[in-house]
């Protein structure tokens, strides 16, 4: 199914993931890769949320491997730190970190991790914030931030780790909607500059437009994918039909 | 009238330099608080983190078991008896030890189990996404827990770390029970010699509200400087 692009970067076999009684992931495998935008669309429980945070282990699973750039780091030997470091992530409710100012928040990683000195870090956190028109903000603290800037600031932060793939969970479900536009924006200028990534969303105009991929799932599984084009004029699962006759 | 009140004064404070007693009783007193607030944060803090790291890990199983008794016996006893216990039994063949000693690690291992608690609900109440965003960049447990959750969880427990305290400075006051000449007991001794109640206790409480005060003072800015990232 995935053609056209780079090599594979992530490379899912067989997941599961079981919370109690709950089979959240039911036997997952998928490929993502280098370039692609990959939308995951479903009703709420059918585990895109949980397949999502399975990619960089937030969430472990219960059976099967997760292969980024040719390692099994579901592997308990392997270093999974090291790894998340090139897997940005994107959360629905921003996570900044309160106690720290923005240029904190987005230097933190980049000094201690990657052990860059403080001018270098910074320079880059200047660079990206005027990517996101908000360097007037550096010295200001999250609270001080609209929605909208939290989740670029989030963004920003994830950039500045020079990260492979970036994952966004739900990163507008937790917005005004007046809002969601200067977030989904630079997510777009994101996909155009040819980072990888993964969304999770319930904005089918952003996945129409940016998605090079649509999966759709639904009780755990993937029921099914295809190019936008394809996806929303000629769905074949009966569960995605419904699904797009609700939200469209 | 006033004749009175300053023959009363001169009897309890300045006849055979009675003052001394209350003087030398403070020193003691903030002796045994000062190091037993030390004990009291670092034990507490310590036992925080291997609770609340088998809270969120599942690790540490044995460590957060021995956690659990010595916070379930501490709690459980008043703190009067593990003063007296530490002294007459623990101590009980070596009468050379020193009391200032013995209050301190009473004090400071009954702090310590209250402390460990508040730092405990402090991490706790540290919103589960701030972890995983630490994690997601790639920080490991230990530096999620210092860059991200502790200064976090710190500031959220100051006033309730803050009040523990300024419990204990006023605890102390039962050292006298292993005849510990703190600030209350020299007070006290003060009144056996004058017989005279009113003054030396009106003294000692002065003293004690006093410094009460000015802890809470300092802690409100500390607090305030804390605060100055949520607007």
Redesign the interface.
Known sequence: MTTNYGDTLIKVQNLHKIFGELHALNGISEEIHKGEVVVIVGPSGSGKSTFLRSLNLLEEPSRGQVIFEGEDITDKKVDINKHRQKMGMVFQHFNLFPHKTILQNITLAPVKLLKKSREEAERRATELLRLVGLEEKAHAYPSQLSGGQKQRIAIVRSLAMDPEVMLFDEPTSALDPEMVGEVLELMKKLARDGMTMVVVTHEMGFAKEVATRIIFMDEGQIKEQAKPSEFFENPKDERLKEFLSKIL | MFQEWQDKFVNNFITDDRWKYIADGLVTTLQVTFFAVIIGIVLGFLVAVVRSTYDKTGKLGILNALCKLYLTVIRGTPVVVQLLIIYFVIFGSARDISKVAVAVMAFGFNSGAYVAEIFRSGIMSV?S??F??G??????YV?TMR??IM??AF?NVLPALCNEFIVLLKETSVSGYIALQDLTKGGDIIRSRTYDALMPLLAVAVIYLTMVIIFTKLVNILERRLR????
């Open positions: 919103d996404g701030q995983e965003a994690r997601s960049l790639g920080f490991n530096q860059y991200i200064p976090q500031k100055s990232s949520d607007h």
